[in-house]
């Protein structure tokens, strides 16, 4: 694995406000997950991403109009949604949507920016992020 290549990958996901600290303990995950026996070098049987693509996770006490404000919140950044799944468990609010990218009016940075101060004022937790560093992260 090119460690060179990987830490690019991982500053170019988190965008322009990231930290060297940041990167360095995301790419110390990956490679020490990478590096354990039980690691399959098979290729990842998901989408392999398209570095277009972003996860956003959202949860939280349910109250109405939290799926609306971050729906809009999502497309006036300029992304598109492409699947979405949220459900209300015992009261909690959940989601898990995957968006498009490829043609913003803003940066992922911004993307995050905007949906944290949305969660502020909702008083939920959203988590933005690049599809190609979760699969980084997650592979099986």
């Not at 098979?42 to 949860?59: D, K, N, Q, S, Y």
């Not at 492409?82 to 993307?111: C, E, H, W």
């Amino acid at each position: 694995m090119d460690i060179g290549a990987l830490v690019d990958r991982i500053a170019q996901a988190l965008g322009p406000d990231v930290t060297p600290d940041r990167v360095e303990s995301i790419a110390v995950s990956v490679l020490s997950y990478l590096e354990e026996p039980s690691v399959r070098t098979t290729p990842v049987p998901f989408h392999e991403g398209t570095g277009e693509r972003v996860l956003i996770t959202a949860f939280g006490h349910d109250q109405p109009g939290v799926l609306a404000r971050i729906s809009t919140a999502v497309f006036e950044s300029g992304a598109n949604i492409l699947d979405v799944s949220q459900k209300i468990l015992q009261g909690y609010f959940t989601l898990i949507m995957i968006a498009d990218i490829s043609n913003p009016r803003t940066s992922v940075t911004g993307l995050q920016a905007q949906l944290q101060h949305l969660a502020e004022s909702f008083g939920v937790r959203i988590y933005v992020q690049h599809e190609d560093l979760f699969n980084a992260m997650h592979r099986p």
